[in-house]
């Protein structure tokens, strides 16, 4: 029997149900804004549901085509008007459940919704009780606190967290030109200078974002303790630069409290991360350059579409991949590929770091290009919760081959 286009319509169909925590952006007032809002984008492309709104968490219905929900619910990810946004379920239906877009509150401040004036009877529709047993069931548990006192418990314990186990070493990232150091990057370490490996290898990766949150409100601190005066490189995950609570904007805010200077503060992230999630990658590095902050790339070249990042996104520098770097005065295939790099940033107004340098061959090879800026153990070492002293080579090229030799 050949099926109907209405029943190939039909196995299509999917709903996607998550909870969320609104974000400082957002408050009670804006809510007629985004029920049309939803309504307007839902009713384009055939999504029907029901949000419900607790005063301080979302929680919402999306369904519709597989394809077009999904899409709806990537969108919903990256919105910075809310945030622990936590996917309860994502499963195939036979049927809608909701004809259109529903609004409804539970458990708010009354005196905000006050606020409202006559609008908020207009805004709040009766709910029909869906046939998805499922569904009904987890309505009920976010309307009877349960969701929403499980956010404000993992947000409580992503604020709180002792971060007392942790600690941080910098290396000089130096200019040649002049002998001084452009910047220090900060590289996380265990309480007694562990390894970083030993750090992240006790991190469960359900709390990876509020983690890479606090590494970098630590490095600020000890950063401040040890006097920096130049510039200072911070590691991020894109993925938690995208949340509203873990952001580069949060860590902006973060230094400001504490009085470091954010014009100092360089992110930095490697390729593959940045590429992994690239939508959210580009909007958060745009919010921080609002507040003056560059961007680094991190182990370029050990990727596979950082070319992409140079030709749609220009960081302010793009730090060599230590393995293009070891022995590349011995390695014409590489050296190829670091000239065509060099030449490609020079053009596009890109400053090159050449990181883990160890040999003063290394060295004077891309010396001879004209890179100026320098990380690695030739010039120092990451000195834990201190400043190295910074060395740089003063034999000749000649002199450094025979070493080698």
């Known amino acids: 029997m050949v099926k109907t286009r209405m029943d190939d319509y039909a196995n299509t169909l999917t709903h996607i149900i998550y909870v969320s925590t609104a974000s400082d952006i957002f408050n009670v007032e804006q809510l007629p804004a985004l029920l049309e809002e939803c309504r307007a984008r839902n009713q384009r492309v055939g999504v029907t549901g029901m949000l419900m709104f607790s005063g301080n968490s979302f929680f919402q219905i999306i369904e519709g085509d597989e394809s077009v929900v999904q899409a709806v619910y990537s969108k919903i990810e990256t919105d910075p008007r809310h945030y622990n946004v936590v996917k309860i379920l994502e499963e195939p239906i ?57 956010l404000q418990r993992m947000e409580q314990s ?25 910047s220090y990057e900060a590289l ?12 992240f290898g006790s991190i469960a990766q359900d709390n990876l974002y509020s983690f890479d949150f606090h590494c970098r409100k630590v490095a600020l601190d000890i950063a401040k303790e040890c006097g920096i005066t130049t510039n200072l490189n911070l590691n991020f995950t894109p993925g938690a630069a995208a ?4 952001g580069l904007d949060r860590t902006l805010s973060y230094a400001n409290e504490i009085g470091f200077p954010q014009e100092q503060i360089i992110f930095e992230a490697t390729e593959n991360e940045a590429i992994s999630d690239y939508p959210s990658f580009v909007a958060s590095v745009k919010r921080g350059k609002r507040y003056g902050v560059e961007l680094a790339i991190d182990d370029f070249g050990a990727g596979y579409a950082g070319l ?8 302010d520098y793009v730090k060599f991949d ?19 790099i060099i030449q490609l940033c020079d053009e596009l107004g890109i400053s090159v770091i050449v990181e883990g340098v160890e040999t003063v061959a290394e060295y004077h090879w891309f010396r001879s290009l004209g890179i100026t800026f320098f990380q690695g153990y030739l010039f120092a070492k990451p000195l834990f919760e201190g400043l190295p002293r910074v060395k740089i080579p003063k034999v000749t090229l000649r002199a450094a081959e025979k070493i080698q030799k």
């Open 94 to 150: 036979s049927k809608r459940a909701f004809g259109e877009w529903i609004l409804r509150f539970c458990v708010v401040d009354q005196e905000a919704l006050t606020e409202l004036g006559a609008d908020y009877d207009e805004m709040l529709d009766e709910v029909p009780l869906t046939d998805s047993r499922r569904a009904e069931k987890l309505v009920t548990a976010f309307t009877s606190g349960k969701w929403t006192d499980w």
């Open 158 to 182: 992503a604020l709180t967290k002792d971060t007392s186990d942790i600690s941080f070493a910098f290396q000089p990232i130096v200019d040649v030109t002049n002998g001084k150091v452009l």
């Open 188 to 199: 996380v370490r265990g309480p007694n200078g562990e390894p970083a490996s030993a750090v």
């Open 243 to 246: 949340i509203e609570e873990f």
């Open 308 to 315: 992409q990042l140079l030709s749609e996104f220009y960081p």
């Open 322 to 340: 230590m393995a293009l770097v070891r022995d590349i005065h011995r390695s014409g295939p590489r050296q190829a590929v670091a000239r065509a």
